[in-house]
Structure formats: structure tokens, C-alpha cells
Nanobody, 122 residues
Framework: QVQLVESGGGLVEAGGSLRLSCVAS????????MAWFRQAPGKEREFVAG????????SYGDSVKGRCTISRDNLKNTVYLQMNSLKPEDTAVYYC???????????????WGQGTQVTVSS
């Protein structure tokens, strides 16, 4: 099973940008669909973005569409989430997930990282 480690979170002012990274261990990374979710305090985990193994299909949650870009580098076993025009409501713990299809349903995914905190100040 693949293990995932996120990084890149932090404190940023509204309107700023961050790039999150998720590094996977294991030789089968390139076969996985990868996704980013986020969870704010008191709220359910929310789908942010997903990318198929080839990068040929992308999907975004409505709340981030037009402001975020997901990408991957299979040679580096890494998936990225570039976030621009950040808003205070983007504040959450961001999780990387690995699965077989892009889905907004958390139970679809086989592996999860520990998460990285993103805080956007107003």
C-alpha cells in the first residue's frame, strides 16, 4: 500500500498563494488516481481536486474551481495542489489521498496522508 506525506501548508494572507505537495512511497504511485481533500473544524471532509494516473483527467470541487490546480510528477512520486486567491474560508487541514478513481466520496480512497494545515488570515 502506498504511504503519503503532505507538506507546504502554512499561514498566508487572503489573496495569497500556496503550493501543497504530497510525496508517496512505493513503486505503484503512477498507477493511482490522486486527490486532495480538506477538512475545516466541525465540518465534513470535502473534495478539493483529483487527477488520474496519467494526468489526463482532472476534477475540482466547486468551492475551489478556477483558483486551484492539481498536477502530478510520476517520476518524483509527487502530487501538487497550487492554490491561488486564497480566502479565509479555505482554512482547513488538507489531505492527500490515493485511490483508483476520482471520487468525492472519502471511502473510495485506499490511503491517506496525515494532513497539512492551511490557515488564511483576513
Amino acid at each position: 500500500q502506498v504511504q503519503l506525506v503532505e507538506s507546504g501548508g502554512g499561514l498566508v494572507e487572503a489573496g495569497g498563494s500556496l503550493r501543497l505537495s504530497c510525496v508517496a512511497s512505493g513503486r505503484t504511485f503512477s498507477s493511482y488516481t490522486m486527490a486532495w481533500f480538506r477538512q475545516a473544524p466541525g465540518k465534513e471532509r470535502e473534495f478539493v481536486a483529483g487527477i488520474t494516473w496519467s494526468g489526463g483527467s482532472l476534477s475540482y470541487g466547486d468551492s475551489v474551481k478556477g483558483r486551484c490546480t492539481i498536477s502530478r510528477d510520476n517520476l518524483k512520486n509527487t502530487v501538487y495542489l497550487q492554490m491561488n486567491s486564497l480566502k479565509p474560508e479555505d482554512t482547513a487541514v488538507y489531505y492527500c489521498a490515493a485511490g483508483r478513481i476520482i471520487s468525492v466520496v472519502t471511502t473510495t480512497y485506499e490511503a491517506w496522508g496525515q494532513g497539512t494545515q492551511v490557515t488564511v488570515s483576513s
